[in-house]
């Protein structure tokens, strides 16, 4: 990465793109969080966007690359790294190196342990503050970037972050641009040597596809059958709710009123 | 009354004998002191209980007797064995515990959620593990909260963090508090649920901190005598495809359903403060709130409050009006539909939307099963019906007998105008 070719004015943005696995097929494919982290990239205005990847290049890993080159960049640096090798160290040099201003990744990789922590462990090491789960980045001035968070049931939070910072970003980003075949034909892909870390613990573990989740049972813990029976095929009922009955519609609609204002659903 | 029971001779003999004129009569009044209609059960003269087996039993809704031999028609009737069950579960409290649990439950709208309580379930397996070395589950919990059954949900011991730089999204400032509690108590093991609603969040910055390597997306744990902590884990990986078994780490996240929530046993949740006052940080994220999202465009599966409409609603302008006023996504019975009120996608039930809102409020919905299938996961649910005898009644937790188009009007104003004081006070 040139740190140097950085404009003054733009904002340096680094995208982490990793290697996704089709859900269906096992194919590789651009990871659906990262490539909504290139879209939101490519949203912000004035900003010059660099994509990062650590890993292997192989056949399966470079059609997926290609697909990120071909949301419209003429490169991406790749860190060479071997299978089974934990990248943070070799991520966490390239972006001491290259200072950018804003990283964005996605919140969890699509192969491997999946875990989610890599931008958390590069937040921690390199001292910068972390914003998880966004949907938008909603404007960046005078070293400030106003973000805009999905939180659970389409509910919205707005934020304030001092840059240099690591967002990650949330399904609920704007759906990533198809890759252009020519693009991603064109594009470069910058292979750099970085240091490699074997991930012991990784190794150690035992991988499986995925058992399907035992379904919780009802268990009802009743003295008699008629309790058990009774349980098995009750009405979802809340019992001993409180009934205004004989009252004006001012009364009923205050007491209403108050459960939602205790519920803090009004706004 | 007096305690002392005392028998009537006569009375009991006219009660056995079936011809005596008086027998009825006798029945229900000997029936009467035990509360119920007629007596089915009393002591004979020799200390032989006797029943009258025609006396048992109740009429069901079609004229056919029905018996019911649960114990609950007979010998229950007057409250006694019937004290609430919570009194009844056994109070265990551990004094001196050998290490801690420390959980970091979500506390969605200040209550445990039932993610947090499954977690506070798998906090119980590992502190209860060994009964010769008890250890204790302690709950971290940030904010103002809404909870008053920390103790039956299996906590015992309960630091409640309200200072105010804590409240609301404060990311780097819980963080904080976290490692002042690993500092003053180092628990044993970190739980934290592996949710959306901050727990994801939180538990890997607390790793990050920490230096510890998590298991994240737990769903099993199994006791293995080899693995160093004693315990084995089963975690999702690899965007739920894989599933790693793995020695369990100090720091899981784990996801719902992980193990059975508490129900036998009530816990003392005694309070714990911290030995000292939080740091004070530097906050690099600044929470400017939530932002208002257009409610009918949140997916009604997911929506928070819902103002659903039935048969019973008149004034279809009035409640779209309400909806728009309160804020809520706007859902139907499956009739309001049909009749062509509401669209489709709003209909809420076992052919519609199954939906999970923390508040539902119901306006004119009788309450069919299958409408009430839909809302079984919703947390308050407020009726508004003219039938204070429908089944939506029973369901709600709040049920207010009127005409829906003259509630809403008041409830309307009542949010307008307290919306103007809160912007005349400003
Ligand atoms: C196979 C099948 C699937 C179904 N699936 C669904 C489903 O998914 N979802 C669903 O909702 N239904 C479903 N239904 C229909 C369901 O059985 C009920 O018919 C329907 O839910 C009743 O809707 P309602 O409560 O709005 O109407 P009603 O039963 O007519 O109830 C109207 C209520 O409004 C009250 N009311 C009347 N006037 C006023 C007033 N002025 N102010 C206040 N209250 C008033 C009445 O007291 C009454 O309680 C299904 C039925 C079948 C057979």
Known sequence: ?267 | MSDIRRRDPRKEWIARNRLHPRHLEVLAELGRSDGQGAASEWMGPHGLMRRNPHAVGFIGPNGVKRIDRSGVQQGQGSGGPQASTAASKPRVEIEAPAFLVAVVPDMAGGRLTGHDRDLLGLARRLADADPATPGAVLAVVFGEHKEDAFGEAGVDRLLHLAEPEVEGFAPEARLGALVAVEQAWTPRHWLLPDSKLGGADLGRRLAARLGERPATGVWQLEADAEAPSGWRCTARGAAGTLDFQRAMPRLILALAECAEPVSETHHAAQALALPEALPAQLARIEDLGQVAVDPAGVALSEAEFILSAGNGVRDWEGFHHAAEVLGATEGASRVAVDDGFMARHRQVGATGTWVTARVYVAVGISGAIQHLQGIQACDKVVAINMDPGCDMIKRADLAVIGDSTKVLEALVALVEQAREEKRNAA
Request: aromatic share 2%.
């Open chain 1, 1 to 267: 990465m040139r740190p140097d070719t950085h404009d003054k004015g733009r904002l340096a943005v680094t995208v982490l793109v990793s290697v996704g696995r089709h859900p269906l097929t096992g194919r590789g494919r651009r990871a659906d969080q990262d490539a909504r982290g290139v879209e939101l990239a490519r949203a912000l205005a004035d900003a010059e966007v660099e994509l990062l990847h650590a890993g292997r290049l192989d056949a399966g890993s470079e059609a997926a690359l290609r697909g990120y080159l071909g949301m419209g960049f003429e490169a991406l640096s790749l860190l060479e790294q071997p299978a089974g090798a934990d990248v943070l160290p070799a991520l966490a040099e390239a972006l001491e190196a290259a200072g950018p201003q804003l990283v964005i990744a996605g919140e969890q990789a699509e192969q491997g342990e999946g875990s989610g922590l890599l931008p958390y462990l590069l937040a921690e090491r390199l001292g910068w503050p972390l914003v998880s789960g966004l949907a938008a980045v909603e404007g960046v001035s005078q070293g400030v970037a106003t973000l805009l968070q999905a939180l659970p049931r389409g509910q919205r939070r707005r934020l304030k972050v001092r840059l240099p910072a690591i967002v990650t970003v949330d399904v609920a980003a704007p759906a990533p641009r198809q890759s252009a075949y020519g693009p991603a034909r064109r594009g470069r892909l910058d292979v750099q040597a970085a240091p490699v870390v074997p991930d012991d613990d990784l190794a150690r573990w035992q991988a499986q596809p995925a058992r399907k989740r035992p379904k919780r049972l009802k268990i009802v813990k009743a003295a008699s059958a008629r309790d058990r029976f009774k349980a098995a095929a009750a009405k979802a009922e809340g019992g001993g709710g409180q009934v205004l009955t004989d009252i004006t519609p001012e009364q009923g609609a205050e007491a209403i009123f108050k459960l939602l204002k205790e519920e803090g659903v009004l706004r």
